[in-house]
């Protein structure tokens, strides 16, 4: 799916400009580094990729949103670096990887990006990001 084409879904499924949906996609989604809540690829042909930092390791993920609904979100298995932290950072980090793989779909949460996963306790757990301040 490309850029166009996630944007006009997102603009039908929300009902929204095709204009916003693309600034909404520009301010999650980046191509450069440090400038979206979520650097990513969004090439036609390639799989999505989210990068980050998750406190003591950086990651990679690959993710695809649904045909249907874009706002259904998949996130595939996070392959990160395996510098050593201490607690209790170790532990938060963890518990965000853990996390990723089992998220099911994506929104906004009182303006920042939410990304709702099933905790394991017939509960729905929430990752909220925002972007950073410079």
Not at 56 to 62: D, G, K, L, P, Q
């Amino acid at each position: 799916m490309t850029k166009d084409e996630f944007a006009e879904k997102l603009a039908k499924k929300c009902d929204l400009s095709k204009a916003k949906a693309n600034d909404i996609i520009d301010a999650i989604f980046s191509t450069r580094a440090k400038e979206g809540i979520i650097a990513t690829e969004l090439d036609a042909g390639r799989p999505f990729l989210i990068t980050g930092f998750g406190g003591c390791n950086a990651y990679t993920a690959s993710f695809s949103l649904g045909e249907a609904n874009p706002l259904v979100m998949t996130i595939g298995s996070v392959m990160a670096t395996q510098r050593s932290c201490a607690n209790p950072i170790a532990s938060q980090e963890t518990a965000y990887f853990t996390a990723l793989p089992n998220v099911s779909h994506w929104g906004y949460v009182f303006g920042k990006l939410g990304l709702f996963y099933d905790d394991g306790q017939d509960e729905l757990g929430r990752l909220l990001f925002a972007p950073v301040v410079k």
